[in-house]
């Protein structure tokens, strides 16, 4: 086989898939986003980001971004490293540890709901120690920074499990004779970390920040459960275009938006995250 | 003083694991109690599930499950589901491996468009796609039945197969493939042989976002299919509108296969040469 | 001869129920009413059971209901017989999109909703299926802080206040609850109850003094409504956990509270303000998409869906009320009792000030409850001045209804074209 043509010819499969079934409904869906009936416009993009909600759901969506995927990178990290030092019950705590992942949105949104709201699992359990002697009201307009809190909360429940998985697997990649020779040396297990665990793992490092960081930008389940009225993020509004309003262009339009933001991180992250050539291992 | 030095480094040995132990622990219990509480108001009586303060021990009324399980054709929506789910798994694997494998081991123009497109895919919620793919199923004759279901949540499924089995491809040396070769492998045995095993905890990685994925979804699903419904779609897009205890039940009922799944593949999760044979 | 006639009537007749039998595969009903799954299960199991042949029910969350739909009538081919849905849902299709349905010859006991169900055209584009209301509902243990004077059945907007002023003194929280989540009725609160109450009218009036005045006595109310009410869309569920011991909602959104414990909680009408006491209906309507690929069947179905032991069985199972003359049997569901005492009680009150659904709006259905919403967000949880912030929004709606060129529908006066915003 012709090496120049074989990457072509394995990549084919998947193009032409992702062709038929991604690009070409995203290719009619993104046309809607530049028409309004008559032609090519904005209009829809002047439509979106002048309505009063729109720059406050795209802080929002930001900020709930940079509060949550570097505490879910680090705890991810955490677990990775001390679930692959593990002898005995490794399996079981892994597992464990990757439960969240099985867990549908609304389960999730049912679960962090009963834990938060008056007559919920928290209170139940503060009054029972006594710490507050009437249930308080987190999840309401007037603290704001509670409402966030749990959403960052349930946020990170929810999805650390699936950088965990993949930093599971990259760390079991790194040859354990790179650690046996730190040992000779007498390194430290944080200097073990930083030198060979954290360099290692760059490729694993740089897919899972991709992919969590495109997911914290589509969040809205979870979100809308806990935050209700009060923490409009950018999917809702797409939602509320699409399905309240009917207004599929705008809607495109917002999804659009949502899209230049994820690529950008994403270079972004590939970026600062490169992989040198050749030098991986 | 030396004993001292030797008494302190074993009780900071010793408080080190105390650590260690105490933070696995509370790891795991962060995991499990919400899922506890999940399990409590799903085994509680309806009154229980409104009242305050909740109890915090299941009281084993089996109420709300028993409603689900007298609900007509949920036998036949969790065969849809995990005749889908399957599907989805394997067919994200299938034409995702060729392609990781082209990435990580040859530079080729286009690469990086390649690279976009698959990114792109992940991007973009299925809830606005979901109109022109249904109109095309339509007309093609997919349109309800669990190959069409299964083909739209493989696009959302190959994404992750990729990138994740990409980028722990390219954690394996190229000479490693190499020495095979000299050994008398062609490409495709010294894949099987030496480097399938490497990536095995990638692919079941993406086997298990590819199950929960399409295990999850209820977008697409309820648009797609009328008669073979999904699980999710046929319990969890009326839940939220439903009563606290049946949305808390059928929640669970939904968690439950999806973890047992998880539970029998977990441990190819771990690589073959690294940590496993320490 | 006569015997020769009978034996081929015979076989003609049988003949014919064979072909009719076999024609009947089962009709798909695909509704956006009816979605918990507990009235989805009675839908299938008590109303459409006696239907004869098999009926498909499928409930869907409204946008995949109608992203389905839009597919198979895009497609040109499609799968659902019939459709279950609001008067809003319906008003935002194309008319051609649905089949004529005057010579069923069905129509409900309600001009209005006959009207309303024509969609601005001159044929029947659904039929009037089921309807409801909203209303306020009580914890009993609430009663004892009615204001002095006060009748709960003939309460006004200042009572109301002053009522849950009182329950927030004596308990040290606020217990008001209000559906204020993005998926909770609150615009229905503001188009239905307090604009006509205070105003009325909806859309003349939007940005009027009496508006300001409005919005203020909302506030107030706000002010003793629980905080988390901008997570709450079902207030069964703050009845039960007694969060709230006040509230406002839709019928079937409140039918569970009273299912479950008939004896602690009471119905009532909603609050009257200067202008009468103002309240909406809920109609929701059966139709024919154009692509049903059983046409006979999908209007058997919806012939049967309008017989008077049908339209009781769908009161049962939905807490929906029909839409035709029919005598009510004495064993009905507790929360069927009460919302309909409650509902009955404010339409024969002497100060009703009924409103209609908002008609002529087109796909513009959406936009106009969210001027309602966003009115609500910016003056109440975010504290905007009340002038300005109608003031800015009467553009919007202004814009709206220039667009759609909808005339006004009650409580605002008739107009000649598009309902002005004075």
């Known amino acids: ?143 704001p920074g509670v409402v966030f809190l749990a959403i960052a909360l349930a946020e990170i429940w929810r999805a650390t499990a699936i950088m965990l998985v993949i930093l599971v697997a990259g760390i079991g990649l790194i040859p354990k004779e790179y650690y046996e020779a730190a040992d000779v040396f007498g390194a430290s297990k944080w200097k073990q970390f930083t030198r060979i665990t954290l360099p290692m793992l760059r490729p694993s490092l740089q897919t899972a920040l991709v992919l969590r960081v495109i997911l914290a930008f589509e969040i809205f389940a979870v979100v809308a459960a806990l935050g209700g009225t009060l923490f409009p993020v950018l999917m809702g509004e797409t939602y509320t275009y699409q399905f309240d309003l009917l207004n599929s262009g705008a809607a495109a339009a917002m999804v659009l938006v949502i899209l230049a933001i994820s690529i950008g991180f994403t270079l972004i992250i590939l970026r600062i995250l490169r992989v040198p050539k050749g030098a991986s291992i | ?110 690469k990086s468009t390649f690279r976009l497109l698959i990114l792109l895919t992940r991007a973009f919620p299925l809830p606005l796609l979901a109109l022109p793919l249904a109109v095309m199923f339509i007309r093609t004759g997919l349109d309800d039945t669990a190959f069409g279901l299964a083909l739209v949540h493989t696009t959302l499924a190959v994404p992750f197969a990729v990138l994740i089995t990409f980028s722990l491809f390219s954690g394996i040396p190229i000479e490693l493939e190499e020495a095979a070769w000299t050994l008398g492998c062609t490409r495709l045995t010294a894949f099987t042989m030496v480097v399938l095993p490497l990536i095995m905890p990638g692919i079941t990685a993406s086997a298990i976002f590819a199950f929960v994925i399409s295990w999850n979804e209820v977008f697409a699903a309820a648009v797609l299919t009328i008669e073979n419904r999904t699980l999710t779609a046929f319990l969890l897009q009326n839940l939220d509108t439903s009563p606290l205890h049946l949305k808390f039940a059928g929640g669970f009922i939904l968690v439950v296969p999806a973890l047992i799944f998880i539970f029998a593949v977990r441990k190819y999760l771990f690589a073959m040469w690294g940590i496993a044979n320490r | 001869m006569t015997l020769f006639t009978k034996v081929i009537g015979a076989a003609t007749g049988a003949a014919l129920t064979c072909t009719a039998f076999a024609a009947q595969a089962d009709v798909l009903f695909g509704s956006t009413q009816a979605n918990p799954v507990e009235e989805q299960q009675e839908m299938r199991e008590q109303v459409l059971s006696g239907f004869g042949s098999p009926v498909d029910y499928q409930s869907n969350d409204g946008g995949a209901w109608l992203t389905r739909l839009n ?318 912030v109608l003031d800015d929004q009467k553009v919007v709606l202004d814009g709206i209804m220039k667009e759609t060129g909808a005339r006004c529908w009650a409580p605002d006066a008739p107009s000649e074209g598009a309902c002005p915003v004075e």
């Open chain 3, 71 to 388: 597919a198979e009538l895009q497609a040109g081919s499609g799968s659902i017989g019939a459709l279950g849905a609001l008067h809003g849902d319906f008003s935002a299709m194309n008319p051609d999109d649905l089949v004529d349905l005057t010579d069923l010859g069905l129509s409900s006991n309600s001009e209005k909703f006959n009207t309303l169900a024509k969609l601005g055209t001159d044929q029947m584009q659904y039929v009037p299926w089921m309807q409801a209301s909203y209303i306020m509902a009580a914890n009993k243990q609430a009663l004892q802080y009615l204001p002095v004077g006060a009748d709960i059945d003939a309460l006004t907007y200042d009572q109301l206040i002053q009522w849950t002023a009182n329950v927030q003194e004596a308990t040290g929280e606020p217990k008001f609850g209000f559906p204020a989540s993005p998926k909770g009725l609150k615009h229905r609160f503001f188009q239905g109850y307090l604009y006509p109450s205070y105003t009325n009218g909806v859309v003349r009036t939007f940005a009027s003094d009496e508006a300001v005045v409005a919005w203020e006595k909302f506030r107030e109310l706000w002010s003793h409504t629980n905080p988390g009410s901008t997570n709450f869309s079902f207030m069964q569920e703050q009845l039960l956990s007694g969060d709230a011991w006040i509230v406002f909602d839709h019928t079937s959104r409140l039918a569970q509270a009273f299912n479950d414990r008939p004896d602690d909680f009471v119905a009532f009408p909603a609050p009257a303000g200067p202008t009468g006491r103002g309240f909406m209906p809920v109609l929701a309507g059966i139709a024919i998409p154009r692509t049903a690929p059983d046409m006979d069947a999908a209007k058997a179905l919806v012939t049967y869906l309008l017989k008077p032991e049908t339209q009781i069985a769908t009161l049962r199972a939905t807490n929906f009320f029909p839409v035709i003359d029919v005598a009510l049997p004495d064993d009905l569901p507790p929360s069927v009792k009460a919302a309909g005492a409650a509902v009955a009680k404010m339409s024969a009150s002497a100060d009703a000030n009924p409103g209609l659904l908002p008609a002529g709006l087109g796909d513009k259905g959406g936009d106009f409850s969210r001027v309602y919403v966003d009115t609500f967000e910016r003056i109440i949880l975010a504290g905007q001045d009340i002038r300005t």
């Open chain 1, 1 to 143: 086989m012709n090496a120049r043509y074989l990457p072509y010819i394995l990549i084919l499969p998947v193009t032409l898939f992702l062709c038929v079934f991604f690009l070409y409904p995203f290719v009619l869906v993104a046309q809607q986003a530049f028409t309004t009936g008559s032609g090519f416009t904005f209009d829809n993009f002047r439509e979106i980001t002048s309505h009063w909600k729109f720059p406050i759901s795209l802080t929002n969506t930001l900020l709930l971004a940079a509060a949550v995927v570097p505490v879910q990178l680090a705890l991810a990290l955490l677990m990775a490293t001390m679930v692959s030092r593990m002898g005995k019950g490794r399996d079981l705590v892994l597992y464990i540890w990757t439960i969240p992942l099985g867990i549908s949105d609304l389960a999730a949104e049912l679960i962090w709901l009963a834990i938060f709201e008056q007559s919920g699992f928290l209170n139940t359990m503060m009054s029972g120690l006594g710490v507050i002697d009437k249930p308080v009201n987190f999840l309401s307009y007037e603290h």
């Open chain 2, 1 to 110: 003083m030396t004993d001292t030095v030797l008494v302190d480094a074993a009780n900071t040995r010793k408080w080190g694991r105390y650590l260690y132990i105490s933070s696995v622990v509370l790891l795991c219990a962060w995991v499990l109690v919400p899922i506890y509480f999940l399990m409590v108001n799903t085994l509680s009586s309806p009154e229980t599930v409104n009242s305050f303060p909740k109890t915090l021990v299941p009281e084993f009324d089996l109420g709300s499950l028993t409603f689900f399980a007298g609900f007509a054709g949920m036998l036949t929506a969790l065969k849809n589901s995990v005749l889908v789910a399957g599907m989805t798994m394997v067919m994200s694997i299938l034409i995702g491996a060729p392609a990781v494998y082209a990435l990580s081991r040859f530079e080729f123009r286009g």
